[in-house]
């Protein structure tokens, strides 16, 4: 589709504490608000910038210090709204591709026990996914849908981008 404008015709999705550090544990902040790295490498390359939601937050509130937050994550009710909320990422990737937008991939927050992607919290840290990455992946292989989804952290957004940079090269 031509849109007419000058739009980039590429977007990308980032975790929503990567724009919002508002949004993570106590204790868990690395920077003051926004991982400005990322969004920085992101504006040069001219990609356009989804913020995936919040699990943690949206199901478990802002101050979830004294929670086990994989388990409330990993509940009957919580997997139910994750798997609604990844059904509407795939719903937007959807939408996207349909007019010609080129969806680079999925940037999840690695360490994070919903977000995970490589890394992630259950007892402790280590390697595995986070609970939203597990069913964003599923909804993805559901829907048919083929899209790369990596962690990142917030200290490294140079390894980010060039995980994204690697996404930029031509499609064939």
């Known amino acids: 589709m031509d849109f007419g404008d000058c739009r980039s015709m590429k977007v990308v999705w980032v975790p929503h504490c990567a724009l919002n550090q508002n949004a993570r544990i106590a204790g868990a902040a690395e920077v003051p608000a926004t991982v400005i790295g990322l969004i920085d490498g992101l504006m ?29 994550l990993d509940s009957l009710p919580a997997r139910r709204e994750l798997r609604q909320m990844a059904r509407n990422i795939a719903h937007l990737v959807e939408q996207y591709r349909s007019c010609g937008v080129r969806v680079l991939g999925v940037l999840g927050k ?23 990455i597990e069913e964003i992946r599923d909804e993805f292989e559901l829907s048919g849908i083929d899209l790369p989804i990596a962690g990142m952290v917030d200290s490294e957004p140079e390894a980010a981008l060039a995980v994204v940079d690697g996404w930029l090269e031509p499609e064939g």
């Open 44 to 72: 040069e390359r001219e990609i356009g910038i989804v913020q995936l939601p919040c699990p943690e937050l949206m199901l478990l509130g802002l101050d979830r210090r004294h929670l086990h937050i994989r388990s409330g």
């Open 110 to 132: 690695n360490g994070s026990p919903a977000c995970g992607v490589e890394m992630t919290w259950k007892q402790e840290y280590g390697p595995g996914t986070g609970s939203f």
